[in-house]
């Protein structure tokens, strides 16, 4: 629409859709008012007494603007942005703020690509951050690396808003070169930080380097200290949500100021969604914790928009776009309506053709041959092993005696499992092999192409042949989860998008990861952790305190590798 | 200074000035912390323990960020920036949003660039806002017009934030397409406003066409209206404050969110600061209005710098700039010292070479031969004449009987004196001329080339020998004040630069103002109202009711010229 027809449609009160009787919520003087919203197009032209032909009577009910995840990895939910946004949006999320990390580590460029394809017509609004560590760490191989220079074209894209989260502390308070340049060519942007109990001289000179939020803070202390600093807080309730609780009353208790507090997810299984809400399941927990509900409002919308430097979002007023939901009450923040940012009612109905991607989008799972040599562990009698924690995602080092063969090669046995890390993206071959203990498969073998953050293919199993399957289970499809077990793959979740994502609609999805569930407890797994999570997370070398990449055994807390 | 050598810095405390032993005011999370702050060079690296070679003992004073003002026209203090900068930043102002309005319809961009050059190194940081309105008014000629064209490359200057103050309400709510262009040109940027009482649908309109900060409000409810539009509020003690307490007590009595509202002097004569103060005199109004005291600073300093998008600036924390103030208190605001954004004590004794300007700034005042026929005023019997209201700028429009001489022409008597506002910038001979009442001038003549918002020569006087003469010193001056009487120039304010400012020294010109007015007063001229001022604004044709333009006689209500 013209400019010029706008601002005679605000100055004529000529709508097209009128949301009659509402309760809305001023972000910025803090007031509930009741009145008409009047919307032209996806322009909000006047919040005051309007009728026009398309009308939605609101009956009283709350008006606020869109909900705002301020940190989410799409790729984490397994479905591809139409599918997520189907899932989220019927919870009051309108705009969110995606780091496409994930991707990022398998296809490079590419998959930022593939993602803003995916996302530029969606009612959902999706802007990005460019993903800032790519690969996460120098001690493994992922699909891709991204430099400044890789990055320099995305800057003039609209909707890459800055840098994403600069996990990479280390190389950044030590001024390492290739992460400065990064940092400088999104000099004046947002750079979102990842800086789990980063505190005093060492937050200073991570603040100066850039970084200017944190979604890590696990207390209320380090929330305050990171505020301090003029850094954004981003308030997480992804899959898991200790200790947020108690975040946001002691915000609440001592008046603190929320206007640089805001909400976000970051990973959260679509299941979770389903059942507690998405960005209004935050905004409901503040409310609990004694935050006033319109400051909660806020955290949800205005002051996301405000901190990622959103323009005509995050507010109902004149000129702003016309993303709006529509709750029963500022306390359980049941929705009953969402308006999309095209100013219409969101149609959960509507289907959204699939781009076309690169090929190395999808082609992305590239092995060589891999035969039971392949996965051979020459092994002495005492062996470290990896040593996981039920309930948690840390592990710990231990030695054990282990099993050989008459070759002195590993033999899975008294609940120790081998475990497989093999470089999936180039055919390298650069296979690492270890000894898992605490996932108690037996007789089978289970497999990943989502292996954070270089999503390598890893598999753990009691015997090479139901781990040989599984890998070839998952380098026909292209990548997912598998359970194998006696010769045979018992079930499977194709992600042939990358080798993280599927377009397969949102349940079906759903149902074939309690399958794999149901599967991999059959063979044993403890019933405690998410198996299928945990073996995703064996070959993240920056958890302590031992991981398995395809380059080898890898101490976390010495950041070396574990010669054997 | 190297963004390593900072990171480094910060991490090993090594900076070059301690501010020890200071009640910090952290405007993120609004607490007042007592602790030292590291400085490195121009950035403060941390707050918390430190010490170095280079201390200052604040001694338990209130360490805030430099206070901000958001909107003001340097060139109405008659002196250049670094005198101005002289006169307030002993008030604890480090950094001010310019609008160099007067000097662009003087001198277009080359005046534009003039201020730009002024400011460069100066310790006061200076920002401009691109004037939007060259010339005001359609009725009048001014020295330059300025077309989105000629804005274009201002875009690329760091310095350039944003679009000036768009007066011109309804070429804008009626979608005129070069107010568009400018307004399309800045999308995305600041856009500052000025739309005294527009309400309802046609603020939404204006908000709508991109406006988005207002100084002009005069009572509470526009505030509040303003407010929820999302417009930033900017709370203006200009040289007149009127109703702005009341404003402030209600802001502190109904608990509005404060976030966006922030401070502004706009024009404020030198002597009312250097009595007053200036941005702490906001802030000294605003706490005994009942504003919390840190509200009143975050008012005072990072709500602007947010609202603007200045980025390390409005707070002390690492990373940001290092300007600041020791205040005595958070009630009077009395400054002890200020930090200047070079990280150095200011020191009110530094003197700043004149920058080379373009000619066009300083040959501004470019007249044709003017004789008493130029002045002659063919009249009839009863004529339509400006009437002052003393202490205010409005004038009314009145039907007055004249004294007439044989050839028909006005002949001042009774205290109507004649008034000529002539055209100075292209010597195009364009005179108009006009009766006014109200200045009481006998024996003599004031003329002026700071004559709002075009500043052509506007004159009056009782005859033509002293009107003629004060006309030619200021030919002869380049612009400024002058007072005739009797065939001599009685006192002279030479405004060389652009006919609106000098580089002489502040106290030189608070002087010769001072004459100026003693001789205006021995003229009889009327002390309720400062003759120089009213004559200043006798030439504006958008302050009810009448005014005297280059082109005629021009009725305000009615937006018409008087034909007579």
Redesign the interface.
């Known amino acids: 629409m013209r400019?010029?027809d706008?601002?005679?449609a605000?100055?004529?009160?000529e709508a097209t859709l009128v949301i009659k009787n509402a309760n809305v919520v001023?972000v910025?003087?803090?007031?509930i008012?009741h009145a008409d919203v009047a919307i032209c197009e996806d322009?909000v032209?006047?919040?005051?007494e309007y009728s026009c032909e398309n009308e939605i009577d609101a009956g009283g009910a709350f008006l606020t603007p869109g909900f705002i995840d301020a940190h989410v990895h799409i790729e984490s939910s397994m479905v591809t942005p139409p599918s997520f946004m189907k899932v989220i949006m019927p919870h009051g999320t309108t705009t969110i703020i995606a780091d496409p990390h994930e991707i990022a580590n398998v296809a490079g460029t590419a998959g930022v690509r593939a993602m803003y394809k995916y996302t530029d017509a969606l009612p959902l609004r999706v802007l990005f951050m460019m993903p800032s560590c790519v690969p996460a760490t120098p001690f493994e191989h992922s699909g891709a690396t991204l430099f400044a220079e890789d990055m320099e074209p995305f800057l003039r894209k609209s909707r890459i808003l800055g840098l994403g989260e600069v996990m990479d502390y280390v190389s950044?308070?030590g001024?390492a070169q290739q992460m400065?340049d990064k940092?400088?060519l999104f000099d004046?942007k947002p750079i979102d930080g990842h800086a789990p109990l980063l505190s005093?001289?060492?937050?200073?000179?991570y603040?100066?380097?850039g970084p200017s939020t944190d979604h890590e803070c696990s207390n209320f202390e380090e929330v305050?200290e990171k505020?301090?600093?003029?850094m954004r807080v981003l308030i997480r309730i992804g899959s898991a949500a200790k200790g947020i609780d108690e975040i946001l009353r002691r915000v609440a208790e001592e008046n603190?100021?929320t206007?640089?507090i805001m909400f976000c997810t970051d990973d959260k299984h679509i299941e979770t969604i389903n059942r507690e809400g998405h960005i209004n399941c935050n905004a409901r927990l503040a409310v609990a914790c004694g935050i006033p509900p319109v400051k909660a409002v806020k955290m949800a919308s205005y002051n996301a928009a405000?901190a990622y430097g959103l323009?005509g979002v995050g507010?109902i007023?004149?000129?702003?776009k016309a993303d709006m939901v529509l709750f029963e009450d500022l306390k359980e923040f049941k929705v009953k309506k969402v308006i999309t940012r095209f100013g219409r009612v969101y149609d959960p109905n509507e289907e959204f053709p699939k781009p076309i991607l690169a090929p190395e989008v999808y082609d992305s799972v590239n092995l060589p041959l891999i035969t039971a040599d392949s996965l051979r562990l020459a092994a002495k009698e005492t062996m470290p092993v990896i040593e996981m924690v039920p309930e948690q995602l840390i592990t710990k080092r231990a030695e054990r005696k282990v099993k050989l063969d008459e070759g002195g090669a590993f033999i899975p046995a008294d609940g120790l499992l081998k475990l497989a890390v093999i470089e999936r993206h180039h055919a390298t071959g650069n296979i690492g092999l270890g000894i898992v203990d605490g996932l108690n498969i037996k007789n089978g073998a289970i497999a990943s192409t989502v292996a954070h953050d270089s999503h390598n293919l890893v598999v753990a199993g009691d015997n090479d042949r139901d781990m040989l399957l599984a890998i070839e289970a998952l380098r026909e499809s292209g990548g997912g989860f598998a359970v194998a077990s006696g010769g045979i793959v018992l079930v499977r979740l194709p992600l042939p998008i990358a080798g993280l994502m599927t377009d397969a609609p949102v349940e079906e999805v759903l149902q074939q990861q309690r399958a794999l569930l149901d599967a991999a407890k059959s063979l044993g797994a403890d019933e405690r952790t998410d198996p299928l999570i945990a073996l995703s997370f064996l070959a993240l070398p920056v958890i302590p305190e031992i991981r398995l990449t395809d380059e080898g055994l890898f101490d976390v807390t010495k950041m070396e590798f574990i010669p054997y």
């Open positions: 400019q010029q706008l601002i005679r605000a100055l004529k009160g001023n910025f003087t803090e007031e008012i322009t032209i006047g919040v005051g950044t308070i001024g400065l940092l400088r004046g005093g001289r060492e937050l200073n000179a603040r100066i380097a305050k505020l301090r600093t003029g603190l100021p206007e640089n405000r323009k507010a007023a004149p000129g702003y």
